[in-house]
């Protein structure tokens, strides 16, 4: 089992960045990827984007699509989630979560993911 801590979220005004970190510890050698989510009030739990961690290839959900970046750092065992051009609707908890297997994976699907953490609060004020 992986044990996720995620941190960086915060109050930031629309069109300024923040940036996201996951830190992992336990089996962590054993993740095959990991993604990030994220869940406004009252709504569904929905992928924002992901990146396998051998190699590195990343996805991502339209919505962010050319504003965020994911990367990591294997030293650290840390996942990050660089925010720009941040707009109201980006407004929620983000969550990372981790992937041991790519058997059965849906990267976009949320039941996919194995293990997840508390969650950090973004807000962006308009």
């Known amino acids: 089992q992986v044990q996720l801590v995620e941190s960086g979220g915060g109050l930031v005004q629309a069109g300024g960045s923040l940036r996201l970190s996951c830190a992992a510890s336990g089996r962590t050698f054993t993740t095959y990827a990991m993604g990030w989510f994220r869940q406004a009030p009252g709504k569904e739990r929905e992928f924002v984007g992901r990146?396998?961690?051998?190699?590195?290839?990343?996805d991502y959900a339209d919505s962010v699509k050319g504003r965020f970046t994911i990367s990591r750092d294997n030293a650290k065992n840390t996942l990050y989630l660089q925010m720009n051009s941040l707009k109201p609707e980006d407004t929620a908890v983000y969550y990372c979560?981790?992937?041991?297997?790519?058997?059965?994976?849906?990267?976009?699907?949320?039941?996919?993911?194995?293990?997840w953490g508390q969650g950090t609060q973004v807000t962006v004020s308009s």
């Open positions: 990146v396998v961690w051998s190699g590195g290839s990343t």
């Open positions: 979560a981790t992937k041991y297997s790519k058997n059965n994976y849906d990267y976009q699907d949320r039941r996919g993911y194995d293990d």
